[in-house]
């Protein structure tokens, strides 16, 4: 059973406006970890936000928060004040107890100048 | 730039054979992860090592083994290749937190 489920294959923002990613995931363990990555066109892997699954606060890194609705098992990243540079693919990836990693298929984001 | 190395960056081969790829982790990082891309399989997981012991099995073949040495360096084996195993694969390396660095990446191509 798919573990990460990124529903939007692409998605267009205008620059400076902010998007939102969707993420959901599935699992019954009472602790994890999500994560988001981006991987630009030159294919490398950049770490971008984390949530526990106890963190009480929605993570933010910069432009980038994270919304987790854990009662939804929904960690929706937030970019605000897109930029050309933030065009890419987006990963949400969860980690199991034991160190087991699950990623999702992605989302292509595109920002239109 | 990650500071994680991978080598080699490109790697061209033919069914049957055996290659080897090499990860430097950023300096200080314990922790050795190994990931798969793909186009039918997407992000995978491989497998962890923290400092030289195996940690965490993901969806790794029988025939692909990794092992970490002393100075923290680890090595991904693959061996009887198929052509389903022409992929990105990347190391990654942490200090034991959340926050992993991604190397560039080595593409096997399996002719």
């Known amino acids: 059973a798919q573990k990460i489920t990124q529903t939007q294959p692409g998605m267009f923002v205008q620059e400076k406006e902010a998007v939102t990613l969707d993420c959901t995931y599935d699992t019954s363990d009472q602790s994890y970890g999500l994560f988001w990555y981006k991987q630009p066109s030159s294919g490398e892997m950049i770490f971008l936000i984390y949530?526990?699954?106890?963190?009480?606060q929605n993570a933010t890194e910069g432009r980038y928060s994270l919304n987790f609705q854990k009662a939804r098992k929904s960690a929706n990243l937030v970019i605000s004040a897109s930029q050309l540079g933030d065009s890419a693919m987006y990963f949400c990836?969860?980690?199991?107890?034991?160190?087991?990693?699950?990623f999702g298929t992605g989302t292509s984001l595109t920002v239109i100048p | 730039d990650s500071g994680v190395t991978q080598t080699p960056k490109h790697l061209i081969t033919a069914t049957g054979q055996r290659v080897t790829l090499r990860c430097s982790p950023r300096s200080g990082d314990l922790s050795v992860y190994w990931y798969q891309q793909s186009l039918d399989q997407g992000l995978q997981f491989l497998i962890q090592y923290y400092n030289g012991e195996e940690r965490a099995k993901g969806n790794i073949l029988e025939r692909f083994s990794a092992q970490q040495f002393p100075d923290l360096h680890s090595e991904l084996n693959l061996s009887s290749l198929e052509l389903g195993d022409s992929a990105l694969y990347f190391c990654?390396?942490?200090?034991?937190?959340?926050?992993?660095?991604f190397g560039p990446g080595t593409r096997l191509t399996v002719l």
């Open positions: 990654a390396s942490s200090v034991e937190g959340n926050e992993q660095f």
């Open positions: 990836a969860m980690r199991r107890p034991g160190n087991q990693f699950y």
């Open positions: 949530q526990g699954s106890y963190d009480e």
